[in-house]
């Protein structure tokens, strides 16, 4: 688990933080799918990450999403296809991404955890989504 706090800028009002705990339950192999359902709980947002190098961890989210959804109802979710400094591997596209993120109602980036396009941007939409809610 990591903790990553996402500072937004509010106009006139004053500025508002959000702690965001993020567990990668997605990519764990051999993980006890009770087990993982139960991090589900009290989540009012998701990254939902695929590689798109990796057209099989695209169609898994759909999984997980039900999965969720099924534990926190309808919440706010930013879809993430990460590895786009892969150009040469890679297997999902933009539009792709875009057109499965649109089923759910939802935004789409592609990023780099390695040069680190879009991660904020990402982190900063799931935030405004969030506080949004409230």
């Known amino acids: 688990m990591t903790k990553k706090d996402v500072t937004l800028k509010r106009g006139n009002d004053s500025d508002v933080t959000v702690s965001m705990l993020i ?3 997605m990519g764990q192999k051999g993980f006890r799918e009770l087990l993982r359902e139960s991090y ?3 989540a009012e947002g998701a990254l939902c990450v695929c590689d798109i190098t990796n057209r099989d961890t695209l169609d898994e989210l759909k999984y997980w999403i039900r999965s969720m959804e099924s534990i926190t109802g309808k919440i706010p979710v930013v879809f993430v296809g990460n590895k786009c400094d892969l150009v ?3 297997v999902i596209t933009r ?3 875009e057109r499965f993120a649109t089923a ?3 935004r789409a980036f592609l990023t780099s955890a390695k040069t680190g396009e879009n991660v ?3 982190f900063n939409t799931l935030a405004s989504l969030v506080v949004s809610r409230k």
């Open 23 to 25: 567990w990668d339950i």
């Open 40 to 42: 589900f709980y009290g």
């Open 88 to 90: 040469d591997k890679q």
């Open 95 to 97: 539009q792709e991404l």
């Open 104 to 106: 759910y109602g939802a």
């Open 120 to 122: 904020e941007g990402s």
